[in-house]
Every structure is written in structure tokens, then in C-alpha cells.
T-cell receptor, first 111, second 115 residues
Framework: SQQGEEDPQALSIQEGENATMNCSYK?????LQWYRQNSGRGLVHLIL?????REKHSGRLRVTLDTSKKSSSLLITASRAADTASYFC???????????FGSGTRLQVQP | EAEVAQSPRYKITEKSQAVAFWCDPI?????LYWYRQILGQGPELLVQ????????DSQLPKDRFSAERLKGVDSTLKIQPAELGDSAMYLC?????????????FGNGTRLTVT
């Protein structure tokens, strides 16, 4: 079963705009990770945020985590056409040893 | 950068036939995962190995699916007999260690179509 639910399911923006994706989860977690998947390819790890962290940056990516609301957001700033992909949040639930993935947000960046 | 290798890239089979997928993880990665991804959804864990031992196969349909990692390196996932509902992308991933802070490295998957 899938733990996280991303919102929105699909997002279309113009190049240069910012893209924000949200993830909600249900149980206690050790960490939350975001992955990217280009069409027909495997997933690529983007960033990991621990349960005791509130915000993390990596290049044009900014991730926030609110454990009281069981939610996370991924912000991509100054988007590029090459950012077009599906983005998934994944949680490592307390007591589990494998990641549980959400249903993903499909991002389309128009050039 | 080292990659997770999977083969075949695509597989078309008729229902009731047997099919097998192969995965070679990144060298030194003790943990190996098989995930299934239905089009438009996120990956769902089928089985997790730590070295050659199965850690979690609670979501593996054991009446038709089997997985092995005999020498703790490469792995094979088998389906026998295949059913129409098995059509999906089968993704292999590996990590240095299970849980905690080890990110997963994915292969490009095997796209299975059952006719």
C-alpha cells in the first residue's frame, strides 16, 4: 500500500517559474526522501530530510518537513524544461526497512 | 557513476507463461529491492534482500512470484504463471544499507506486457 500522497497529481508551468509539490503521509517516519523519474526510466534520488529537520536545500531544490502535520513540500526554483518528470516522495516508516512511495506528481515545464 | 543493471529492458509474454527478470546491483551494495510500478502510480515493494537473505517479502504474491539472490550479489525475479494484471514496470534498486539514511539507486526497469 502507498503511504504518501502527492498533491497536485499533475502540474504544468512555464520555464523560469517555481514548482511546488506537496506530500502527505500517515504514520511516524524516520526520514522522508524525494525522487525524480523521467518517462520510462528508473527513479533518481534527489534529497533526504530526517524527521528532526524542518528544511533542507540542494541547488534549486528546497524541501520542508512538518511532522506535526505529516506533510512535506518540494520546491523547484527557476524551473527548466529538463525538470519535466514525475516526482515522488518516499517515507521510511518507523520499524520498517524499506521505503514506501507516494503516487507522484507529474510536472510539465513548458519552454 | 556506477549503475544498477537490469535486463531485459522490455518483455512481452502471453498469460500463463513463465518470465524472469535479472538485476545486478551496484558493487558493494548489501541491500537489494524489487519494486513493481503500475503506470501512473508509485513503486510498490515486492521483496527486499539483505545480502542473500530475504528481509521483507510480505507483499510478494508467493503463489506465482519468486525471488532469489543466491550469492548476495545479483538477483532474479520470476513470475510463473504470468497473468494480465502483472503488466507493469519491474524496478530493481540497491543501497549500501537498509533503512535509515541510505538512498536507493534504481535501475531503468523491465517493462512487462502480458497479453
Amino acid at each position: 500500500s502507498q503511504q504518501g500522497e502527492e498533491d497536485p497529481q499533475a502540474l504544468s508551468i512555464q520555464e523560469g517559474e517555481n514548482a511546488t509539490m506537496n506530500c502527505s503521509y500517515k504514520t511516524s517516519i524516520n526520514n522522508l526522501q524525494w525522487y525524480r523519474q523521467n518517462s520510462g526510466r528508473g527513479l533518481v534520488h534527489l534529497i533526504l530530510i530526517r524527521s528532526n529537520e524542518r528544511e533542507k536545500h540542494s541547488g534549486r531544490l528546497r524541501v520542508t518537513l512538518d511532522t506535526s502535520k505529516k506533510s512535506s513540500s518540494l520546491l523547484i526554483t527557476a524551473s527548466r524544461a529538463a525538470d519535466t518528470a514525475s516526482y515522488f516522495c518516499a517515507t521510511l516508516d518507523t520499524g520498517r526497512r524499506a521505503l514506501t512511495f507516494g503516487s507522484g506528481t507529474r510536472l510539465q515545464v513548458q519552454p | 557513476e556506477a549503475e544498477v543493471a537490469q535486463s531485459p529492458r522490455y518483455k512481452i509474454t502471453e498469460k500463463s507463461q513463465a518470465v524472469a527478470f535479472w538485476c545486478d546491483p551496484i558493487s558493494g551494495h548489501a541491500t537489494l529491492y524489487w519494486y513493481r510500478q503500475i503506470l501512473g502510480q508509485g513503486p510498490e515493494l515486492l521483496v527486499q534482500f539483505q545480502d542473500e537473505s530475504v528481509v521483507d517479502d510480505s507483499q510478494l504474491p508467493k503463489d506465482r512470484f519468486s525471488a532469489e539472490r543466491l550469492k548476495g550479489v545479483d538477483s532474479t525475479l520470476k513470475i510463473q504463471p504470468a497473468e494480465l494484471g502483472d503488466s507493469a514496470m519491474y524496478l530493481c534498486a540497491s543501497s549500501l544499507a537498509s533503512g535509515q539514511t541510505s538512498p536507493l539507486h534504481f535501475g531503468n526497469g523491465t517493462r512487462l506486457t502480458v497479453t
